[in-house]
């Protein structure tokens, strides 16, 4: 979230992110806010997707597993 933050562009965005992850209840904060922003969130959401993948494959290399990829359609 705080990369994802970092990346936006626009400045009120920008603000609007670094208030929602300060403190206690971060997680909900941040995910409201780019619901006015369809492009960031859409942006955030494949970011995070990304992010959640490679975590996933890390894991899953630590543990000897070799990962299959999926295709999107089945």
């Given at each position: 979230?705080?990369?994802?933050?970092?990346?936006a562009t626009?400045?009120?965005l920008c603000?609007?992110?670094?208030?929602a992850l300060a403190g206690k209840g971060a997680?909900?904060?941040?995910?409201?806010?780019?619901?006015d922003?369809?492009?960031e969130r859409e942006r955030w959401y494949r970011m995070r997707e990304v992010a959640l993948s490679e975590r996933a494959r890390e894991r899953l290399g630590g543990?000897?597993?070799e990962p299959v990829e999926r295709s999107r359609n089945g």
């Open positions: 979230m705080v990369e994802f933050a970092q990346t626009d400045r009120r603000r609007l992110l670094a208030v997680f909900g904060r941040f995910r409201r806010v780019p619901a922003y369809p492009a543990l000897g597993i």
